[in-house]
């Protein structure tokens, strides 16, 4: 069965440090990457996504990941945090054959100290 | 963006009764609806596929007589815990897809508590 590993349960940081959150997936086929965040009281949306193309890949509010298939990692990055990027940050992968199922990490909470 | 509700946000109830979470799409029609499940430090866990029209898709080890869904029109999925136990206690999430495989709308969650 596929899985996704994160490797941090819990990230402190201060403002202006560079942030970098690990994701491994197993699955050894096609698969779509995703990260997916919740900020305090919000649903969970959307970050960045990786379809095919350029593996690295930018989406909202300065972050970007890198699909690196010889690792089956996807890695989030931001080169300076702000306060406001405390949340919790989910690694999903969507294996093609199953449509819209997305298979989820456990989670990395980051907390960004002011 | 599309924007998908549950409700209750929170709900407590005694052991043995029975409780229904209801998810809706607000702005758009879903076809299909994810539930989740999802526990303290652990990754959400799809428990099943909702469809409109026709009987849900569950995953392995889920039981269908325990998490009852019904997806009763194009913008109202329900998830009826029957019996619950305290084990039963969990946040429980619900998503419709978007347009992008695998791109996903989450509602809030629903946060039950069995006594």
């Known amino acids: 069965a596929q899985s996704v590993s994160q490797h941090n349960h819990h990230v402190i940081l201060s403002e202006a440090a560079s942030l970098e959150l690990g994701c491994n997936y197993s699955?050894?086929?096609?698969?779509?990457l995703f990260w997916y965040v919740q900020y305090p009281g919000q649903h969970l949306q959307l970050l960045l996504k990786?379809?095919?193309?350029?593996?690295l890949v930018k989406g909202i509010k300065g972050f970007e990941a890198e699909f690196i298939k010889s690792k089956f990692s996807f890695n989030l990055r931001k080169p300076s945090v702000q306060w406001s990027d405390t949340a919790e940050y989910f690694c999903?992968?969507?294996?093609?054959?199953?449509?819209?199922?997305?298979?989820f990490g456990a989670g990395t909470i980051l907390r960004v100290k002011s | 963006g599309a924007v998908v509700s549950q409700h209750p946000s929170w709900v407590i109830c005694k052991s043995g009764t029975s409780v229904k979470i209801e998810c809706r799409s607000l702005d758009f029609q879903a076809t299909t609806m994810f539930w989740y499940r999802q526990f303290p430090k652990q990754s959400l866990m799809l428990m099943a596929t909702?469809?409109?029209?026709?009987?849900?898709?569950?995953e392995q080890g889920v039981e269908k007589d325990k998490f009852l869904i019904n997806h009763a029109s194009l913008t109202l999925s329900t998830l009826t815990v029957t019996s619950a136990h305290p084990e039963d206690s969990s946040f429980y999430i619900c998503s419709a897809p978007g347009n992008l495989a695998g791109e996903l709308f989450f509602g809030e969650g629903s946060r039950l508590t069995v006594l």
């Open positions: 699955y050894g086929g096609t698969v779509n």
């Open positions: 990786y379809f095919s193309g350029d593996p």
């Open positions: 909702s469809n409109e029209g026709s009987k849900a898709t569950y």
């Open positions: 999903a992968v969507n294996v093609g054959e199953y449509g819209n199922k997305l298979v």
